[in-house]
Nanobody, 120 residues
Framework: QVQLVESGGGLVQAGASLRLSCAAS????????MAWFRQGPGKEREFVAA????????DYDDSVKGRFTISRDNAKNTVYLQMNNLRPEDTAVYYC?????????????WGQGTQVTVSS
């Protein structure tokens, strides 16, 4: 089992950058696929990015490709989401997730979320 705690959210203007962090506790962090999801106001939760256990494979939703970068530091049990050129439509609660199947579904463990608000 793994516990996830996100941090790094905040209120920024369009065009700014933020880096989200997700600290994991528990065993065998390096064996988990990690991902970020988000849920905007009045919207369903949606996939943002995923990274495999080694960091060698990543996947992004088209809406963030080229602007967001997911990375991980297995020595620190942490996964990151670097968000550049933020847009108002990126406003959402961002969730970190962990699972064993690389892809956009079937994540078993979730954090509590961190709010990102982008003003125009």
């Amino acid at each position: 089992q793994v516990q996830l705690v996100e941090s790094g959210g905040g209120l920024v203007q369009a065009g700014a950058s933020l880096r989200l962090s997700c600290a994991a506790s528990g065993r065998a962090f390096s064996t988990y696929v990690m991902a970020w999801f988000r849920q905007g106001p009045g919207k369903e939760r949606e996939f943002v990015a995923a990274i495999n256990w080694s960091g060698g494979f990543t996947d992004y939703d088209d809406s963030v490709k080229g602007r967001f970068t997911i990375s991980r530091d297995n020595a620190k049990n942490t996964v990151y989401l670097q968000m550049n050129n933020l847009r108002p439509e990126d406003t959402a609660v961002y969730y970190c997730a962990a699972g064993h199947d690389y892809g956009r579904f079937n994540y078993r463990y979730w954090g509590q979320g961190t709010q990102v608000t982008v003003s125009s």
